[in-house]
C-alpha cells in the first residue's frame, strides 16, 4: 500500500484538519462528531442543504460545503456510513429555520442513518425533507444497496439545490428538485485499477493487468461484467450507451455531461473520454450544453471513470450557472 | 499499461478536441500547429502570456488559458518540447500590440524553441520577453536541464503574471513580475509511482513495492534518493525542510502554500499532506496566508505530490486573488 498517509486510523481526522487549515474562509470543521459546515452557518431564512457519506470520496462532500452548494457534509471513516449523531449535529448546526434537506446516497447504511438523524431532528422541531439518489444504471441491487447505487448524480443535485436554497426556495420545492435532478439523471462508471482501503491495507478487488471492470461502484463493489482492457472509444460506448438507454435521452434533449476520475486517473485521460462521449451524444442527437470534467466522487486512488447525464431545462441550466463557491468546485464567486 | 487512450499518437490531438468541446466559452484550439488560445484573444492593448511545454502535465498549461492566466498554451507531444512554429504561431495569435511574455520552464528543449519562436516574432515586429522559471531544489542539473528545473512555481506566475497583464501592467513590469515570482518561489516533488509514457508502453522507472524517490521531476528524471516509504509527515519534512532552506524563508515570511498532485493521488492524500506542511512551515514562523492544493502540474498517472512555497508581498497576494476564469483554475469570474 503506497499512500501519502500517516497511521491508517488518524487519515480522515488529518484529512479533515487539512481542510480546515486550508479554507477558513469557506467551511468550519467540527470534530467527534466529524461534520463540516460553511463558514457564516446558520443562514437564517435560507433552506439548508446536508449530505455525507463515507470518505474516500474526496471532494465529495466536504469540498462542496460552502456558498451555493452544501451547507453541511458528514464524513464517515473510509467507505463507511457516518453515524446519525455526526448528520444529527451537523443539521442542528446549519439550521437557519426554513428547514433542512437530506441529500442520501442509496446506500443502506446512509438511508438508515440519515432516517435515524431526521426523525431526531424534528423531535427536536427541525423540518426537515430527504432526498436518495439512485442514479447508477449498473446493477439493480448492489453489495451495499438495495436498488440501483447513488452516485454522480449526488454533485450535481448537491450544486442545483445549493442554488436553489440560495434564491430562498422553500423546503419543498428545493427538495422537489433534487428528485427531478435524481429523476432526470443517468450514470455509470468503470476501473481500470482497484483502490486500497487504507484499515485493509490490500486491494478491494483484484483486476488483471489488461482487465477493466465495466459497471463498477464507488467502494469497488462489482460492476456488470469483467473485460479485456478496450480503447477509451469502446469504453465510454459501453458507459454512454446503457445511460442513454436507461432514461432514456431523446433526440432534442439538452443535457449536461459529467466526466468523472476515480481518483487515479489523470485529467488529460478525463478530456479524451468526453471527446468520445460528445460523439456519441451527437451520434444519438442529444445536445451537451454544460459540462464538468474532472475527479469529483473517486474512489479513493482508483484509476476510472463514470459518466453522468442529467437532462437540462431552463431552469437547471440557470441554477447551475448560479455562483458557487466551495473548497471542490467554485465559479462566479 | 492500463489508460483511458485510444491510439498512443492520436492522445495529445484527441485530448485538444476534448478541450475545444468542453470550453469553447474560454478557449480556441488550433491545430497543426497546435495550440490553445483565450477565446477572445487577441486582447487589444494587453500584454499577452504564452507558456508551453510537453503534454502530460494537464492541467498545465492548455488548462490555464482564459481571462486572467494564460493568453495562449502550446502542448507537445507527451513528455516533448513543443516546436518553434507552435510558439511563433500562438504569440502572433495572442498579440495585442502590447507584447508577449514567454513563460518557460527550465527545459532545454523547452527554452531553445522558444528563443527560437521569439527571434521569429520579433523579426516579424512583435515585443516578446521571456522569462525562465527554475524552482525545483530537489537537483542542480537534471537529465533534461541544465541547472535547476522549472515546476510548480510555473503555474503560480502564469497565475499573477495574467493578472498582472489584466490590470494592462506593461510588457517590462509582466515579466518582472514573473522572474520576481520565480526569484521568490522554491518546489520539490515525490513520487511513489513510475508513470508510463503511453509511446513507450513501459514505465519510465522501476520503483519497488516499498519504495518512493525523492525530488523526483515531472518526467519522472531521477531525484535526490530513492528511500523505503515513510509516513506523510517525514515525506512532508522531507520536501518541505529543503525548500524553506533554499530561499531561505524566515520567521514572519508570509507564503503561498502549493500542494499539488502528480496525477494518480487522491485529493483526500493532499490534504493530508498539507495538514503536514502547516506543521512544518509554523514551527519555522512561516506563515501560509494563501494556498492551492490540487493536481495542478501532473506527470500523467505518476503517484506522488509536490510541495512549492512562494513568498507573498501585499501586490503578490492582491494578484492572486484577482479573478482568474480558465478550464483548471477560476474563482471570482
Known amino acids: 500500500m503506497k499512500k501519502l498517509i500517516n497511521k491508517a486510523e488518524d487519515l480522515v481526522k488529518e484529512e479533515l484538519q487539512g481542510i480546515a487549515a486550508a479554507h477558513p474562509d469557506l467551511v468550519k470543521v467540527h470534530y467527534d462528531p466529524n461534520y463540516i459546515i460553511r463558514a457564516d452557518a446558520p443562514v437564517k431564512g435560507k433552506v439548508a442543504t446536508v449530505s455525507g457519506g463515507g470518505s474516500g470520496h474526496e471532494p465529495m462532500h466536504g469540498g462542496f460545503v460552502g456558498f451555493g452548494m452544501l451547507d453541511a457534509a458528514c464524513p464517515g471513516a473510509v467507505f463507511t456510513s457516518p453515524t446519525p449523531d455526526q448528520m444529527l449535529e451537523a443539521t442542528k448546526a446549519v439550521n437557519g429555520g426554513a428547514g433542512v434537506l437530506h441529500i442520501v446516497k442509496n446506500y443502506t447504511g446512509d438511508i438508515l442513518n440519515f432516517e435515524m438523524a431526521a ?19 449498473a446493477v439493480q441491487d448492489s453489495l451495499y444497496t438495495a436498488g440501483r447505487r447513488g452516485v454522480g448524480v449526488t454533485v450535481l443535485a448537491e450544486k442545483l439545490c445549493g442554488a436553489a436554497a440560495e434564491e430562498r426556495r422553500p423546503l419543498k420545492a428545493v427538495a422537489d ?23 485493509a491495507g490490500k486491494p478491494t478487488f483484484d483486476l488483471g493487468d489488461d482487465e477493466m471492470e465495466i459497471g463498477i461502484g464507488i467502494h469497488g463493489e462489482p460492476g ?10 469502446e469504453i465510454v460506448a459501453l458507459l454512454a450507451q446503457p445511460v442513454l438507454d436507461d432514461l432514456p435521452f431523446k433526440t432534442g434533449d439538452q443535457v449536461l455531461a459529467f466526466v468523472n476520475g476515480m481518483g487515479g486517473t489523470p485529467l488529460i485521460e478525463l478530456y479524451v473520454v468526453y471527446n468520445e462521449l460528445v460523439k456519441i451524444c451527437a451520434g444519438r442527437g442529444v445536445k451537451i450544453t454544460r459540462n464538468l470534467i474532472g475527479s ?18 431552463d431552469d437547471l441550466t440557470k441554477l447551475w450557472d448560479a455562483p458557487v463557491k466551495t473548497p471542490g468546485l467554485r465559479w462566479g464567486a
Chains 1, 2 share one sequence.
Open 119 to 137: 426523525d431526531l431532528a424534528r423531535s427536536e422541531g427541525i423540518e426537515v425533507e430527504a432526498v436518495v439518489t439512485n442514479d447508477d444504471v
Open 177 to 199: 428538485l433534487a428528485r427531478k435532478v435524481n429523476a432526470h439523471g443517468r450514470s455509470m462508471g468503470m476501473a481500470l485499477t482497484s483502490c486500497i482501503v487504507p484499515a
Open 224 to 233: 456488470r461484467t469483467r473485460m479485456k482492457l478496450k480503447t477509451a472509444a
Open 296 to 313: 469529483y466522487i473517486t474512489s479513493l486512488e482508483m484509476a476510472g471513470t463514470s459518466i453522468t447525464l442529467l437532462r437540462l431545462d
